[in-house]
């Protein structure tokens, strides 16, 4: 796999996976949050499309996958700690992600539980109703974890992506789940060495990190590793 520098929040990944097969350009990009802006009356027009400045350059990947911080909400969530993080933001703009050529949302962060057990099923019931492809969060822990997987030939993995949040982690409530995985890490890297074992090339696409700083803290680095 091959990195190159980042285009504004984008990670640019190039997976090669044999002589057989062409290279895959997977392009992360994140945190996605539509809090703020002005709600369209109807549909997402491209004029209003955030990420439309981008899309460009998404059309050139095989895959864009966006991590979607902050619910998509009927309602404004209930207050909890600070108000400037409470990011909720109207259920039309996950009709932005598709036509800008975003394929897949990742729900696991540490908003993800910002609702609640109904914030976490109504945050999927947009991307859904939207026609988004979303990992990460589900009606149970077992579909929450479960990695995204691109296929090559014969129906085999060629790469699997897993999602995974260390940040505001808890386990499946009220019918509920986000990729959950205790301290200590110790069920990731078991999911990821199962993936590696069965050919896949795995990405981990996790949420960590700390508000306000660029640096790694002691517990991420040791997590990453």
């Known amino acids: 796999m091959t ?15 044999g002589a057989a097969e062409r290279d895959l350009e ?22 209003e499309n955030p990420f439309r400045a981008v899309i460009a350059r998404f059309a050139k990947a095989d895959l864009v996958v966006a991590n979607g911080e902050g619910l998509i ?15 909720a933001a109207a259920p039309i703009w996950a009709a932005a992600y598709g036509p800008a050529g975003v394929g897949l949302v990742g729900l696991a962060n540490n908003h993800s539980w910002d609702g609640g057990a109904a914030g976490v099923l109504g945050n999927l019931a947009a991307y859904r109703a939207a026609g988004v492809a979303v990992y990460g969060a589900a009606e ?3 579909d929450a974890e479960a990695p995204y997987v691109l296929k090559g030939e014969g129906g ?3 790469v699997a992506i897993v999602p ?11 019918g509920a789940g986000v990729a959950y995985y205790p301290p200590g890490q110790g069920g990731l890297v078991a999911r990821v060495r199962a993936l590696r074992a069965d050919g896949c090339f795995v990405i981990v696409s996790v949420h960590w990190g700390r508000e306000g700083s660029h640096e790694a803290s002691g517990a991420v680095v040791e997590a990453a590793r």
């Open 73 to 87: 909400a009927d309602a404004p969530t209930a207050e909890y700690g600070e108000a400037r993080l409470n990011i």
């Open 156 to 158: 085999r993995c060629r």
């Open 140 to 142: 149970s822990a077992e």
């Open 3 to 17: 990195i190159r520098p980042p285009l504004l929040a984008a990670l640019v990944a190039t997976v090669t996976a």
């Open 164 to 174: 995974a949040t260390l940040k505001s982690n808890r386990p499946a409530r009220k």
């Open 26 to 47: 997977i392009q992360f990009v994140g945190d996605v949050t539509f809090v703020g802006r002005r709600v369209p009356k109807s549909g997402v027009p491209m004029e």
